[in-house]
T-cell receptor, first 110, second 112 residues
Framework: GENVEQHPSTLSVQEGDSAVIKCTYSDSASNYFPWYKQELGKGPQLIID?????GEKKDQRIAVTLNKTAKHFSLHITETQPEDSAVYFC?????????FGKGTTLSVSS | SAVISQKPSRDICQRGTSLTIQCQVDSQVTMMFWYRQQPGQSLTLIAT?????????ESGFVIDKFPISRPNLTFSTLTVSNMSPEDSSIYLCSVGWVDGYTFGSGTRLTVV
């Protein structure tokens, strides 16, 4: 079945810096790759996603890139703010359900 | 996107008892899923809740421990049976929607 690896597990940046989180997946049939932000005590919130027929997608300060050949996708956050501090999960769709990476705890200090 | 209401939001239960978690969606959805998130960990898929048929369980999860009901396209329940402290986790309902997969706010379960 699908396996998703996520790195790094923790990431600390200064406010205004960029943050990059990387994921790899194993199943070449996976075709949907969302990213979720989870704040303490809340459920995961979808922040951006990408489908396998697209190489890059951007939404304001957030962007996601996909390399199908390498089975690799990344989340890029520019101009980070303290409110970006949270746990971020990548996921890949295997069949109809999402398989998640282990998460990255992002800390943005002002 | 679909809005999910999950109840209860948290509970503390005695070992050996059972808890039923409810998931209500404001729209009819075909795909509904249940996940477990152990403390400080990622989300693990428990099962896919199929409307009108038995749920499809992932490896490591069995129907006797986690029975699931899906009586219609807007509602599902997950029961955690014969609980032990190892079942202490956040249980999350998720639905597949046209603009992605949405999650409920979760049920934080503590077994004592």
């Amino acid at each position: 079945g699908e396996n998703v690896e996520q790195h790094p597990s923790t990431l600390s940046v200064q406010e205004g810096d960029s943050a990059v989180i990387k994921c790899t997946y194993s199943d070449s049939a996976s075709n949907y790759f969302p990213w979720y932000k989870q704040e303490l005590g809340k459920g995961p919130q979808l922040i951006i996603d990408i489908r396998s027929n697209v190489g890059e997608k951007k939404d304001q300060r957030i962007a996601v890139t996909l390399n199908k050949t390498a089975k690799h996708f990344s989340l890029h956050i520019t101009e980070t703010q303290p409110e970006d501090s949270a746990v971020y999960f990548c996921a890949a769709m295997a069949g109809t359900a999402l398989i998640f990476g282990k998460g990255t705890t992002l800390s943005v200090s002002s | 996107s679909a809005v999910i209401s999950q109840k209860p939001s948290r509970d503390i239960c005695q070992r050996g008892t059972s808890l039923t978690i409810q998931c209500q969606v404001d729209s009819q959805v075909t795909m509904m899923f249940w996940y477990r998130q152990q403390p400080g960990q990622s989300l693990t898929l428990i099962a896919t809740a199929n409307q009108g048929s038995e749920a499809t369980y992932e490896s490591g999860f069995v129907i006797d421990k986690f029975p699931i009901s899906r009586p219609n396209l807007t509602f599902s329940t997950l029961t955690v049976s014969n609980m032990s402290p190892e079942d202490s986790s956040i249980y999350l309902c998720s639905v597949g929607w046209v603009d992605g997969y949405t999650f409920g706010s979760g049920t934080r379960l503590t077994v004592v």
